[in-house]
């Protein structure tokens, strides 16, 4: 199975909002209602930030939001801040009962 | 609190082996699925293949890549699960994270990452 496609990379300024695109098939994103977002910082471990395409664990802010359409998934983060600044990746349940993820994008906070 | 550390990784000659463990606590190890995913320095997330649990007989599945090469196996009496590599390739040289899924079946998205250990590939 080929990588989710994500945008290499996406910029924005503090207190705009972004979208981050994830692309699949409907063997996985188009499947299942089950694409989750990870958040991470360089040379720490992902976080959990979207799970079951709209869902926030505790703890995430409600800046992050998620939703799908059809093959493509995606992640919106309104109210950008500089913390925000990060590599994001998705990732969605296949119909192999496997896991496949996105090649991540690369936010950078102008 | 849930915790995962991965230990084992560093430097292998191709077609070598490694075997890395991944201590976990904080939650019922045993009725947990476990996965193993990877990072390439300066690339995106790769999964690698899962276990899961004993009700589940132990199923495992592995990605393409590494298919063939790798076996996942868990230890439930000492919460811990393994990812023994063989025939080693340049292009396993990752990072290597083990991960607590959760979610349908064998678990639809990581709630914990461990910290990752480095495997590097080269001769």
């Known amino acids: 199975q080929s990588a989710l496609t994500q945008p290499a990379s996406v910029s924005g300024s503090p207190g705009q909002s972004i979208t981050i695109s994830c692309t699949g098939t409907s063997s996985d994103v188009g499947g299942y209602n089950y694409v989750s977002w990870y958040q991470q910082h360089p040379n720490k471990a992902p976080k959990l930030m979207i799970y079951d395409v709209s869902n926030r664990p505790s703890g995430v802010s409600n800046r992050f939001s998620g939703s799908k359409s059809g093959n493509t998934a995606s992640l919106t983060i309104s109210g950008l801040q500089a913390e925000d600044e990060a590599d994001y990746h998705c990732a969605s349940y296949t119909s192999s009962s496997t896991m496949l993820f996105g090649g991540g994008t690369k936010l950078t906070v102008l | 609190e849930v915790q995962l550390v991965e230990s084992g990784g560093g430097l292998v000659q191709p077609g070598g082996s490694l075997k890395l463990s991944c201590a976990a606590s904080?939650?019922?190890?045993?009725?947990?699925?476990m996965h193993w995913v990877r990072q390439a320095s300066g690339k995106g997330l790769e999964w690698v293949g899962h276990i899961r649990s004993k009700p589940n007989s132990y199923a495992t599945a592995y990605a393409a890549s590494v298919k063939g090469r790798f076996t996942i196996s868990r230890d439930d009496s000492e919460n811990t699960a393994y990812l023994q590599m063989d025939s080693l390739k340049t292009e396993d040289t990752a990072v290597y994270y083990c991960t607590r899924p959760q979610g349908v079946n064998s678990g639809s998205y990581y709630v914990a990452w461990g910290q990752g250990t480095l495997v590097t590939v080269s001769s």
């Open positions: 904080g939650f019922t190890f045993s009725g947990s699925a």
